[in-house]
Structures are given as structure tokens and as C-alpha cells.
């Protein structure tokens, strides 16, 4: 069975930076992609960015190409998210995202993710 923690949440100021990351552990982290959604209130969970078992494929949302940066180290069995020039649109619960799958088709949406962390809140003030 797969876990996922997330960590390094909290409240910024537009513009600001977080540095979010996610502890693999249960299963062998190389055999999965993985990724990151958000979910704000009343809104559908989205993606948000993904990167494949050995990062040589990184996937973003229109929203965030330019400011959000998605990394893996599979040695440390952790993926991050580096979040920069934050905006107010991008207040949410993010969560960590794991695959079994490395086509995009499926690992940039819900319905294609196998296993979920509980999630760490992000909200940026204006």
C-alpha cells in the first residue's frame, strides 16, 4: 500500500514562494509517476503538474507553466513542488498525486491517480 504526506503549506503574500513536498513510501517510488492537483473551495480537484517514473517527462497546467516547478529524487523517494510569484488564484488544498501509469492521458487527471495524500493548505493573500 502506497502513502503519500505532504508538507510545507501555509500563507503567503502574492508574489511569495513555497516549497511544497511529498514522502513516498510503501512501494517502490520508481514505478510510479507522480504529480500534484489542487482543490479549492467549490471548485473541482485540478491538475497541476506531473513528472514520470524517471523524470524525463514533466507535464504542467496552463496556470502554472513559468512559475511552478515540479522535481523528483527517486534516491530520497520525495517530489516537490517549488511554487513561485504565487497568486491569489492559487489558494487551494494541495495534494500529492501517485500513478502506476506514465501516459499523460491518464496521470493528469483524477480518474487516473492510484493513490492520494491528505493534502496541505496553500492560500496567498492579495
Known amino acids: 500500500q502506497v502513502q503519500l504526506v505532504e508538507s510545507g503549506g501555509g500563507l503567503v503574500q502574492a508574489g511569495g514562494s513555497l516549497l511544497l513536498s511529498c514522502a513516498f513510501s510503501?512501494?517502490?517510488?520508481?514505478?510510479?509517476?507522480m504529480g500534484w492537483f489542487r482543490q479549492a473551495p467549490g471548485k473541482e480537484r485540478e491538475f497541476v503538474a506531473a513528472i514520470t517514473r524517471t523524470g524525463g517527462r514533466i507535464y504542467s497546467a496552463n496556470s502554472v507553466k513559468g512559475r511552478f516547478t515540479i522535481f523528483r529524487d527517486n534516491a530520497a523517494r520525495t517530489l516537490t513542488l517549488q511554487m513561485n510569484s504565487l497568486k491569489p488564484e492559487d489558494t487551494a488544498v494541495y495534494y500529492c498525486?501517485?500513478?502506476?501509469?506514465?501516459?499523460?492521458?491518464?496521470?493528469?487527471?483524477?480518474?487516473?491517480?492510484?493513490?492520494w495524500g491528505q493534502g496541505t493548505q496553500v492560500t496567498v493573500s492579495s
Open positions: 498525486a501517485a500513478a502506476e501509469s506514465d501516459d499523460p492521458r491518464s496521470l493528469t487527471v483524477v480518474a487516473g491517480i492510484d493513490y
Open positions: 510503501g512501494r517502490t517510488f520508481s514505478f510510479f509517476s
